[in-house]
């Protein structure tokens, strides 16, 4: 049978992205300590086999780790690649692996690591009658003995993997065992002394599963999780670089809420002068067209790329979304921005799935002929990203036409936010309409939402767009509710 770290580190790949998944699996072994220093991996087809990807892929990983100086590759007799957890620089490859994460990413995992520890919690203490839990609560203080970051990264892993193991759910241990092994070491980068705190919370996670306290359970299991993931994402957000063309530096609160409102100016400008040439371009469309037909309006597919091309980062995509009363069917001509300004390409509309005239941004109308900005949502039928929408009614004749429209999205407010909200006080983030959190300086808000039990220093309402800048707000760790 198969180790537990042989299980961790050489387990059956299930992503696409196989070359680059193996090097991330490997070395996130090795700086987890699983793989620890002079340990000798498989041979490369025994490997191979067990992580289920060709040998040509296996042998391209291996060397990035090699290049890395996490493997060393001996031949002749007794030779085979071994691991060099000592000699590797571990602390600068855990620092480009996570730099390699957005705050989008890192925010998806919080979430999905918070409902499994969570889940898994409440799960063993729900039949805490029928398990051991000896087991458990000597993982639980195994981090309070351990020296050197490795150590203690190996036993935080291991409790947690313990902790979906007592669940009784095989797939609950093996989502845990994934999830350590994609960001289980990078937890502890840098958080040597969050070990007497660590072993305080496992230790109290226990004792509500030994008392068959589900709630409980579950709610502790979650908080320790958030705890961990945020202060990562803390580290991460600090590792941001400010975007090309920020001031070097902001002193002083009024001055930095000053740059924050012309953040939001600059941006507003630039949506609405995409807006305006897609209107300008449908009307010039409509006055060549032969019959009024959405086909007939290609010249809009033009103007939207020339837009993007000229306003990335800022803007995702943007382009004409017609009135199906007016052109007697559902459609759109949209340009958008998958993957940075090189991948320019149309967004093919399949309207049997994308209903957009129930979507939160598509206008009344009656609405007024300004630039309106949606509440942030989830694209789910669409793009799949999370983004703000600006729209403007197009009319042609005294009837609406469509909708002029530009996508943000929320992680790009972020960016562009961010070198602002760093010279402003922690806990201090700007809201939309709806009290979702767009772009914040804390990691404990990112991805949430304010509610009334949240109070802050100061509501400083944004010009030209419906967002407000909340200074100081005050509120328990991880007190902002998520936003699924």
């Known amino acids: 049978m198969a180790s537990w770290s042989e299980q961790l580190a050489f387990a059956p790949l299930e992503t696409v992205e196989r070359g680059e998944e193996i090097g991330r699996r490997l070395r996130h072994a090795i700086e987890l300590g699983v793989l620890e220093d002079g340990a000798q991996l498989p041979s490369e087809s025994e490997l191979a086999a067990r992580m289920r990807v060709s040998t040509l892929t296996l042998r391209a990983a291996l060397a990035e780790l090699r290049h890395l100086g996490l493997l060393e590759t001996r031949r002749g007799k007794g030779g085979g690649s071994f691991v060099r957890a000592n000699t590797g620089d571990i602390a600068r490859a855990q620092r480009d692996t996570l730099a390699a994460y957005s705050l989008e990413d890192l925010r998806d995992i919080r979430e999905y690591r918070a409902f499994l520890a969570g889940s898994a919690a409440a799960a063993a203490a729900g039949r805490s009658q029928q398990v051991s839990i000896g087991r458990l609560a000597s993982m639980a203080a195994m981090i309070e003995t351990a020296q050197t970051p490795a150590e203690m990264t190996r036993a935080d892993s291991r409790f947690h993997i313990e902790l979906a193991a007592t669940s009784g759910s095989v797939l609950f241990t093996r989502q845990e065992l994934a999830m350590q092994a994609e960001v289980g070491a990078l937890v502890w980068v840098g958080a040597s002394d969050r070990r007497r705190a660590a072993a305080k919370e496992h230790a109290v996670i226990v004792d509500a599963i030994r008392a068959g306290d589900t709630t409980r359970a579950r709610t502790l299991a979650e908080e320790h999780v958030r705890r961990d993931m945020n202060r990562l994402i803390d580290l991460r957000m600090s590792m ?245």
């Open 240 to 484: 941001e670089p400010p975007p090309p063309g920020s001031p070097p530096g902001i002193e002083g609160i009024d001055s930095a809420v000053s740059a924050v409102e012309a953040f939001a100016v600059s941006l507003i400008g630039t949506v609405a002068a995409s807006i305006r040439t897609v209107d300008e371009a449908v009307q010039a469309g409509l006055d060549r067209a032969k019959y009024g037909r959405l086909d007939e309006l290609e010249n809009v597919y033009d103007v939207a790329r020339q837009n993007l091309a000229g306003a990335v980062p800022a803007l995702y995509g943007t382009g004409f979304v017609a009135d199906p009363s007016f052109f007697g069917e559902l459609g759109a001509i949209w340009c958008y921005i998958p993957s940075g300004p090189d991948s320019l390409q149309r967004f093919e509309l399949d309207p049997e799935f994308y209903d957009y005239l129930t979507a939160p941004w598509w206008p009344a109308h009656d609405a007024a002929d300004t630039v309106h900005a949606s509440c942030a949502y989830v694209d789910a039928l669409g793009t799949n990203e999370h983004v703000v929408t600006f729209t403007r009614r197009v009319t042609r004749d005294g009837k609406m036409a469509g909708s002029a429209a530009v996508d943000v999205l929320v992680s790009r407010l972020q960016a562009g936010f961010d070198p602002f909200l760093r010279s402003l006080p922690p806990n201090t983030c700007i809201v939309d309409q709806n009290e979702v959190i767009l772009a914040t300086n804390t990691a404990s808000l990112v991805g949430g939402r304010l509610t009334p039990s949240h109070q802050a220093q100061r509501r400083i309402a944004l010009p030209s767009v419906p967002w407000t800048l909340c200074i100081g707000v005050i509120t328990q760790e991880n007190a902002a509710d998520p936003v699924h």
